[in-house]
């Protein structure tokens, strides 16, 4: 078979073309740090990587839901061991507000004082957020959840809850009367067998109510404002109880974010390594 000059001459710009394309090729390479730069480079490479850089985006939105939901964790609980303190607090006082040596002014000062604890706390069940949110009134977070006149939770019915990872999502704000008008399955219960009360407010009410009203001269009042102490006491034992096991609950859940941070990191940079080897140049290749 016979070659013309131009069939000859058409070889070889092809060649030159095709020399040319290559050269551009591992300049785009070198330049960018990438050998798949088009999906022509690597078909196969390229919709991997295409799946892979959907998982990093996952991954990069959980990392950022978890952050928001420790912030959120974590000032429950810093709100709850201020709530803690202040129960405890009026736990004394009703203990000493006990003592059957006390005269009328010496109680109605006690009065007086458990109602600013009464106050703080009801303060601290309407806390917000640094963007105005109530943070235990549910999804009712423009409203406070308790009353200013009585205490009566009037939130939202649902907690807020935020997923954290694929496969969980936790509760990262209580509605105020799981905190606040609640109380444990093993609480304290009443002699008599009455129903224990279970809003924190209503049981400093009726210990302040009954630590204003003079007994002095009636050993009837006594006993009813004593009775009256003896059930604020128990309440507020109740009260405490749940308060603690719901901070229980938030130190394990802020641990747990913990790990599914580590974790996440971890998948992170397993995920920058394949997605590397898939479409990052082997710079010993290409040299």
Known sequence: MRFSTQMMYQQNMRGITNSQAEWMKYG????TGKRVVNPSDD?????????????QAQNSQYTLARTFATQKVS??????????????????KIVYASNGTLS???????????????????NLANTTDGNGRYIFAG??????????????????????????????????????????????SNAVAEPDGSASETNLFAMLDSAIAALKTPVADSEADKETAAAALDKTNRGLKNSLNNVLTVRAELGTQLNELESLDSLGSDRALGQTQQMSDLVDVDWNATI
Do not use: C, W
């Not at 078909?43 to 998982?55: E, H, K, R, T």
């Not at 809850?161 to 969980?168: G, T």
């Open 43 to 55: 078909p196969i490479a390229a919709s991997q990587a295409v799946v892979l850089s959907q998982a």
């Open 104 to 122: 009328d002014d010496d109680r109605a000062s006690l009065a007086t004082d458990i109602q600013g604890l009464r106050d703080q706390l009801l």
């Open 139 to 184: 999804y009712k977070t423009e409203t406070a959840p308790f009353s200013e006149a009585n205490g009566d939770y009037v939130g939202g019915t649902e907690s807020i809850k935020q997923q954290v990872d694929a496969s969980r999502s936790m509760v990262i704000g209580h509605t105020g009367d799981k905190i606040f008008d609640s109380i444990t």
């Open 28 to 31: 785009e390479q070198m330049s």
């Open 75 to 92: 000032l429950e609980e810093s709100v709850l061991s201020q709530v803690t303190t202040a129960i405890q607090n009026a736990q004394e």
